[in-house]
């Protein structure tokens, strides 16, 4: 299947959007189409300098590399590919144009010179009559002679669409199911504004059929348009491509995801540390589910389990819990060698030390269990390179059962079972034979050892277990630290 993702230039790329381009992107690859990338800047005052950069950058960079159309060259320019082009609406204008002229001659659209003023007024009226709003068809009216005139004298006019008011428009959308609209209920679309450029319903039906378009993917929020542009293709004679309408995305309160509550931009996430695999992997359970169990999903594995039937009608829930779930599910499917070399930089920026450590893959690989940015490696790994700050009341731990009065007593028995064990000894099983017989000894709890020995020698509530921690630390460090606090 010819797939397409035809964003408009006026942002960074959504979050929403994404979701959209994975479902076309996944078809494409599905059926071993071709998935294509078209930028919609037909609205140039709300473009924005970017934007079409970052969009196809970011498609790249989470692995959604467009097959046709538009894409950015080894020096960073944008420029295009395929047999189908331009891939820029602004270059087809003339193309646009010709349809709305053969739209005109068949008298299946009129031009309409209602200025914006007269239209407000009528819209206003309509409101106060509790009627939908809906061009009043004033210039649908006016004789041949008048329409020649006006245009002759150079009057400003846009070309509206002229709906059979009789029609009834049947359409089967792919997730909607079966769908009814009567054409008196469907206003009659500008299709070409005075400035020449067409509207997103004249533009996309154009495109989409000259461009071999079997399948549109889209927001909900156009399915109220749909009407129109079914017409559209019938009345140029075209067959429509298949349609599947996107459920919305909503925050947790059920309202429409805004930038106001949450972040929208890809590359915010991006930049958070995210990891493609964990977005691209939430972002496909955004509406879609496989019908089993599985949650976790490769993009080759939602290439094989993804298809649109299981796509819902109602909105999904963006849940940054879930995200965040996914994400330290991706974080440990990293392999070691690439997740030591992935986080080296960021801890040897701020420990230099760390940069020379022969211990360092097996601290790093310490931590890969637990994290879930990247960025939050250096301080998971602070106290191999610092002195930690140890504080008592981070010892005495009454669900540990162990009272303040008791620590000192209980460090000193710890540095006492540590300090037997020899250098050349030294290791996590040795460690563990030592620690365990003071367990069995003394007939304290597990914790009541563990804890204070992790806590004295990281600082942390929470951390790897003592047993590789003090491994790691080597057996001088260890009852360094075991008599600091003590
Ligand atoms: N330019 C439109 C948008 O960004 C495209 C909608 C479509 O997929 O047809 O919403």
Partial sequence: MRTRFPPSPTGLLHVGALRTALFAWLVARKTKGTFILRIEDTDQAREMAGATENIIRTLVAVGLKPDEGVHLDQNGEICERGPFGPYHQSDRLDLYRQYADQLLAGGQAYPCFCTAERLDLMRKDQEKRRQ???????????????VKNRIE???????RLKVPREEIIVYDDLIYGSLTFKGHTVDDQVLLKSDGFPTYHLAHVVDDHLMKVDLVNRGEEWLSSL???LILFKFLGWTPPQYAHMPLILNPDR???SKRKNSVAVTD??????????????????????????????LNELIEAFSLERVQKAGAVFDLQKLDWLQGQWMRKIPPQEFVSRIK???????????????????ASLIQERITFFPEAPDMLSYFY???????????????????????????MIHEALSGVSDADWSQTAITTALESLIASSGMKKGQILWPLRAALTGREYSPGAYEVATLLGKEETIRRLAAVA
């Avoid at 991006?270 to 490769?298: D, I």
């Avoid at 701020?350 to 940069?355: D, H, L």
């Fill in 153 to 159: 004298a150079g009057e400003k006019h846009v070309i």
């Fill in 345 to 363: 930089p960021l801890v040897v920026e701020k420990f230099p030390a760390a940069g020379t450590d022969p211990k360092f893959l097996e601290r």
């Fill in 227 to 229: 009407p129109k542009h």
């Fill in 386 to 412: 610092e002195i930690p700050n140890v504080s008592l009341d981070l010892i005495a731990n009454p669900k540990q059962k162990i009272a303040r009065e008791d620590v000192p007593k209980i460090l000193a």
């Fill in 269 to 298: 996430y991006l930049a958070k540390g995210y990891l493609p695999e964990a977005l691209l992997n939430f972002l496909a359970l955004l509406g879609w589910n496989p019908g089993t169990e599985q949650e976790l999903f490769s």
């Fill in 132 to 146: 939908a709003p809906m061009y009043d068809r004033t210039c649908c009216n006016l004789s041949p002679e008048e």
């Fill in 255 to 257: 309202t429409k995801l």
